[in-house]
């Protein structure tokens, strides 16, 4: 019961997350980048924030789309020795890199949250951008952890199937 809420509950946090990316800062990101090279190039005036606003949209791009990259197994395997194994190898292999993402993750995500902290009390801003950075370690911390919870729900809801057996979870 509390296993399938949290799977529940944490595909709508992926999903969320996923949109985030991909409708917000996504296109924030390519807005800025265009604007930034127009900037620089033909009018010789870059903006002196440009780089550091393009890490951090870039950065939450990168971290909101982690969750569902995982859900869809849009993540880097070695397929050659995959494609090879038994699916019953192949189950094993894919829930021990769950296991290891998920102590990765959960490491990451304790980290960021207790960065993030420092960062309040020290006004941490970027180097040119005048902007408190401990939100956006807040938000990777929060990225961590929704990946961190997929991770150890998914391989527990795995229902291995002959015919799919691509690395993705159900």
Same mark, same amino acid.
């Given at each position: 019961?509390?296993?399938e809420t949290l799977?529940?509950?944490? %595909? #709508?946090?992926?999903? #969320?997350?996923?949109?985030?990316?991909?409708? =917000?800062?996504?296109?924030?990101?390519? %807005?800025? !980048?265009? +604007? $930034? %090279?127009?900037?620089?190039?033909?009018?010789?005036?870059?903006?002196?924030?440009?780089?550091?606003? *393009?890490? +951090? /949209?870039?950065?939450?791009?990168? @971290?909101?789309?982690?969750?569902?990259?995982?859900?869809?197994?849009?993540? !880097?395997?070695?397929?050659?020795?995959?494609?090879?194994?038994?699916?019953? #190898?192949r189950s094993f292999?894919?829930?021990?890199?769950?296991?290891? =993402? @998920?102590?990765?993750?959960?490491?990451?995500?304790?980290?960021?949250?207790? @960065?993030?902290?420092?960062?309040? !009390?020290?006004?941490?801003?970027?180097?040119?951008?005048?902007?408190?950075?401990?939100?956006?370690?807040? @938000?990777?911390?929060?990225?961590? /952890?929704?990946?961190?919870?997929?991770?150890?729900? *998914?391989? +527990?809801?795995?229902?291995?199937? $002959?015919?799919?057996?691509? =690395?993705? #979870?159900?």
């Open positions: 019961m509390i296993i799977d529940r509950c944490s %595909v #709508w946090a992926s999903l #969320w997350l996923y949109r985030l990316g991909v409708y =917000g800062t996504l296109p924030a990101l390519l %807005v800025l !980048v265009t +604007l $930034e %090279v127009v900037l620089r190039y033909v009018f010789n005036a870059p903006l002196e924030w440009g780089r550091d606003m *393009n890490g +951090l /949209l870039l950065l939450v791009t990168l @971290f909101s789309a982690l969750p569902h990259a995982w859900d869809q197994g849009y993540y !880097v395997r070695v397929q050659v020795i995959q494609e090879r194994m038994s699916p019953r #190898w292999a894919d829930v021990l890199s769950a296991l290891a =993402g @998920f102590v990765f993750f959960s490491l990451l995500t304790a980290q960021a949250f207790l @960065f993030s902290r420092y960062m309040f !009390v020290t006004q941490e801003t970027g180097e040119d951008l005048d902007i408190l950075l401990w939100p956006f370690m807040v @938000f990777l911390a929060i990225c961590g /952890l929704v990946l961190s919870v997929r991770l150890l729900a *998914n391989p +527990l809801m795995l229902t291995a199937s $002959e015919e799919d057996v691509s =690395g993705r #979870w159900i």
